[in-house]
């Protein structure tokens, strides 16, 4: 809209989705595709992936609002602002940049620090900050917690304070945060061991478990182990990839969320999202511990279709209960910028430094259903399609804000 860059496209989510509005979104998928970049540039030395580096954060820079927020930064929400886990990921993005632009004497990382202090300035530490609790409110105006959304947070001040030099972002916000994860994680011996709630509301914890943020709480808690050496951070690190890695199916998939007493909702299973999964595992195994990752990492691999693009999972058409048809979800089949960043950051941590192949993409089609009707998905270098019986029924051409054809059954949200 009105000349911004970013990159867009259609949402398929757990929470929502945002299959209409297809434009510009300034939320987490910055997180991976900017430290993606970097990734690549530090493994080849080939100066254009710095140069797409930069330009991811531009997007950010140039898009940023007057207040301190990003437009478009609540993903399946999007075109709203102001998403949390969205905009601390995208300043984790601008600060990494920023450092890497640092450490090598290149010229301009300033504006990328200035930007992400502006967003934790105006937003994390002044709207979302509750000094009572001593962490971050999920919204201003109530007294919820995420553990996850905090982390991501976390993530933020440790890059901001190891750019600057400034102990205060980690000592007065971050490991305050992190005491507050860590109260959310089951200590108690069972199966619900070393699993971390999705959420609370003042004092009131509500029992449900979703393994895929768990493993987003990670990263941040190995970074506050990093910071100050105190073991708790390292073993909830560690009992948390251990619940995450039990919720494991046989093709490599994670059930999305555990109740108590045994309750779990199995459907949609993610495919791209796994890469913070194996990630976060990753980081785990630089401490010496080992994983069986094999399975997971195949279901990523395979998720893979001749466009290049990750699909999102399995199964989105028993989100509300039932088993899944035979053919996949047209949601299934979606390639999402911000779940498929999370994968790309994952190969490019795990390439090697030769120059990358170059490559060839070609359409991909295959039948799908959506509201348990069938359709045929199509997607190529111009746009995502669906039809029934020889009719679009959805069309997004691609640079396009809003998808220029709907049929009333993608208007779900």
Not at 5 to 29: E, F, I, K, M, N
Not at 199 to 208: A, C, D
Not at 307 to 316: V, Y
């Amino acid at each position: 809209p009105d000349g911004m860059q970013a990159y867009g496209g259609p949402v398929a989510h757990w929470w929502g989705q945002s299959l209409l509005y297809t434009g510009p979104g300034y939320d987490w998928r910055y997180e991976g595709i900017i430290q993606g970049y970097l990734e690549l540039w530090r493994r080849t030395q080939e100066a254009r992936w710095l140069a797409k580096a930069r330009r991811a954060g531009d997007d950010l820079v140039s898009a940023q609002l007057p207040d301190g927020h990003y437009p478009y930064s609540a993903f399946e929400l999007n075109p709203a602002s102001g998403g949390t886990p969205h905009e601390a990921a995208a300043d984790l993005g601008l600060l990494k940049l920023a450092q890497a632009l640092k450490e090598a004497g290149q010229p301009g990382w300033q504006r990328y620090l200035q930007a992400a202090e502006s967003n934790l300035h105006s937003y994390y530490l002044t709207k979302l900050w509750d000094p009572q609790a001593g962490s971050f409110r999920d919204n201003p105006e109530v007294p919820s917690f995420v553990p996850n959304k905090a982390a991501t947070a976390c993530q933020a001040l440790f890059a901001w304070s190891a750019l600057t030099g400034e102990a205060r972002w980690v000592e007065q916000y971050a490991l305050p945060n992190l005491e507050r994860l860590l109260a959310h994680q089951v200590t108690e011996p069972g199966s619900l061991s070393g699993a971390i709630a999705q959420n609370s509301f003042g004092h009131r914890l509500v029992p449900r478990y979703m393994p895929y943020y768990i493993a987003r709480c990670v990263p941040g808690l190995l970074e506050g182990y990093r910071w100050s050496g105190q073991e708790r951070y390292y073993d909830a690190a560690r009992r948390a990839m251990d619940f995450v890695l039990r919720q494991q199916g046989q093709d490599g998939g994670l059930l999305p969320v555990v109740y108590p007493h045994g309750q779990s909702n199995r459907w949609p299973q993610w495919t791209a999202a796994l890469g913070d999964v194996l990630l976060a595992a990753g980081l785990l195994q630089e401490y010496g511990l080992t994983y069986d990752l094999d399975e997971m990492i195949q279901r990523v691999l395979s998720g893979q279709d001749e466009s290049g693009g990750i699909q999102t999972g399995r199964g989105f058409c028993a989100q509300a209960g039932g088993k899944p048809n035979r053919l996949p979800d047209f949601r299934d089949l979606l390639h999402v910028a911000g779940w498929c960043d999370k994968t790309y950051l994952w190969l490019a941590r795990n390439c090697s430094g030769a120059p990358l192949p170059e490559v060839s993409l070609q359409p991909f089609q295959a039948a799908c259903t959506f509201l348990r009707q069938p359709l045929v998905f199509y997607e190529d270098g111009q746009r995502v399609q669906a039809m029934q019986c020889g009719k679009t029924v959805y069309l997004w051409v691609k640079g396009e804000a809003w998808a220029r054809e709907t049929s009333p059954a993608f208007w779900l949200h």
